[in-house]
Protein backbone atom coordinates (compact mmCIF):
# COMPACT_ATOMS: atom_id res chain seq x y z
CA UNK A 1 0.00 0.00 0.00
CA UNK A 2 0.95 3.62 -0.91
CA UNK A 3 -0.08 6.90 1.22
CA UNK A 4 -0.04 10.50 -0.30
CA UNK A 5 -0.90 13.22 1.40
CA UNK A 6 -1.10 16.68 0.45
CA UNK A 7 -0.11 20.06 1.36
CA UNK A 8 0.07 23.72 0.53
CA UNK A 9 -3.29 24.53 -0.72
CA UNK A 10 -5.46 27.53 0.60
CA UNK A 11 -6.57 31.28 -0.10
CA UNK A 12 -4.87 33.12 -2.85
CA UNK A 13 -5.64 36.27 -4.75
CA UNK A 14 -5.26 36.31 -8.69
CA UNK A 15 -2.00 36.45 -10.18
CA UNK A 16 -0.34 35.31 -6.85
CA UNK A 17 1.50 31.38 -6.12
CA UNK A 18 0.84 28.57 -4.21
CA UNK A 19 3.10 25.65 -3.74
CA UNK A 20 1.68 22.02 -3.25
CA UNK A 21 3.51 19.26 -1.78
CA UNK A 22 2.88 15.37 -1.77
CA UNK A 23 4.58 13.05 0.54
CA UNK A 24 4.35 9.57 0.79
CA UNK A 25 4.69 6.65 2.53
CA UNK A 26 4.62 2.87 2.37
CA UNK A 27 5.56 0.46 -0.48
CA UNK A 28 7.27 3.31 -2.65
CA UNK A 29 10.29 1.34 -4.38
CA UNK A 30 8.51 0.75 -7.84
CA UNK A 31 6.76 4.49 -8.33
CA UNK A 32 6.58 4.92 -11.74
CA UNK A 33 5.18 8.32 -11.92
CA UNK A 34 3.20 10.53 -9.71
CA UNK A 35 1.27 13.96 -10.57
CA UNK A 36 -1.70 16.12 -10.02
CA UNK A 37 -5.13 16.34 -10.75
CA UNK A 38 -7.69 18.58 -10.22
CA UNK A 39 -11.73 18.68 -9.63
CA UNK A 40 -13.11 22.14 -9.79
CA UNK A 41 -16.94 22.45 -8.40
CA UNK A 42 -19.51 20.83 -11.07
CA UNK A 43 -16.13 19.81 -12.57
CA UNK A 44 -14.76 16.05 -14.16
CA UNK A 45 -11.49 15.76 -12.79
CA UNK A 46 -8.82 16.79 -15.02
CA UNK A 47 -5.17 16.59 -14.99
CA UNK A 48 -2.54 19.00 -14.07
CA UNK A 49 0.83 17.95 -14.32
CA UNK A 50 2.52 14.87 -14.02
CA UNK A 51 6.36 13.70 -13.89
CA UNK A 52 8.31 10.51 -14.14
CA UNK A 53 9.91 9.10 -11.48
CA UNK A 54 12.90 8.02 -12.81
CA UNK A 55 13.66 9.79 -15.73
CA UNK A 56 12.18 13.18 -14.69
CA UNK A 57 10.43 14.02 -17.75
CA UNK A 58 7.15 16.59 -17.23
CA UNK A 59 3.89 16.75 -18.61
CA UNK A 60 1.50 20.00 -18.48
CA UNK A 61 -1.96 20.64 -19.27
CA UNK A 62 -1.84 23.23 -21.60
CA UNK A 63 -4.00 25.22 -19.34
CA UNK A 64 -1.27 25.59 -16.71
CA UNK A 65 2.15 25.61 -19.29
CA UNK A 66 4.11 28.81 -18.29
CA UNK A 67 2.69 29.04 -15.36
CA UNK A 68 3.04 25.75 -13.12
CA UNK A 69 6.06 23.53 -12.54
CA UNK A 70 6.30 20.10 -11.18
CA UNK A 71 9.18 18.95 -9.60
CA UNK A 72 10.19 15.53 -7.52
CA UNK A 73 12.28 15.31 -4.42
CA UNK A 74 13.46 11.83 -4.97
CA UNK A 75 15.55 11.36 -1.68
CA UNK A 76 11.90 12.10 0.00
CA UNK A 77 9.95 10.18 -2.72
CA UNK A 78 7.89 13.90 -2.46
CA UNK A 79 6.26 15.69 -5.36
CA UNK A 80 5.96 19.23 -5.58
CA UNK A 81 3.02 21.98 -7.26
CA UNK A 82 4.79 25.44 -7.69
CA UNK A 83 1.51 27.18 -9.27
CA UNK A 84 2.07 30.98 -10.11
CA UNK A 85 -0.27 33.16 -11.81
CA UNK A 86 -2.88 32.05 -10.46
CA UNK A 87 -6.25 32.49 -12.08
CA UNK A 88 -9.74 31.86 -10.63
CA UNK A 89 -10.30 29.07 -13.20
CA UNK A 90 -7.90 27.05 -11.18
CA UNK A 91 -9.98 26.90 -8.12
CA UNK A 92 -10.19 23.15 -7.36
CA UNK A 93 -9.51 20.49 -5.15
CA UNK A 94 -6.35 19.26 -6.25
CA UNK A 95 -5.24 15.37 -5.81
CA UNK A 96 -2.20 13.85 -5.64
CA UNK A 97 -1.53 10.86 -7.36
CA UNK A 98 1.26 8.07 -7.69
CA UNK A 99 1.22 4.88 -9.82
CA UNK A 100 3.38 1.92 -8.90
CA UNK A 101 4.65 -1.07 -11.36
CA UNK A 102 4.92 -4.42 -9.98
CA UNK A 103 3.90 -7.09 -11.58
CA UNK A 104 0.47 -5.03 -12.28
CA UNK A 105 -0.21 -1.30 -12.36
CA UNK A 106 -1.86 0.67 -9.21
CA UNK A 107 -2.77 4.19 -8.53
CA UNK A 108 -3.13 5.53 -5.79
CA UNK A 109 -4.76 9.00 -4.27
CA UNK A 110 -4.72 11.53 -2.29
CA UNK A 111 -7.11 13.18 -0.55
CA UNK A 112 -6.69 16.28 -2.46
CA UNK A 113 -5.92 20.18 -0.77
CA UNK A 114 -7.73 22.77 -1.44
CA UNK A 115 -6.87 26.03 -3.30
CA UNK A 116 -8.88 28.69 -3.96
CA UNK A 117 -8.43 31.63 -6.11
CA UNK A 118 -10.36 35.18 -5.51
CA UNK A 119 -10.71 37.47 -8.07
Known amino acids: QVQLEEAGGGLVQAGGSLRLSCATS????????MGWFRRAPGKEREFVAGISWSGGSTYLADSVKGRFTISRDYGANAVHLQMNSLKPADTADYLCHARILTTRTDDYWGRGTRVTVSS
Open 26 to 33: GRTLNTYS
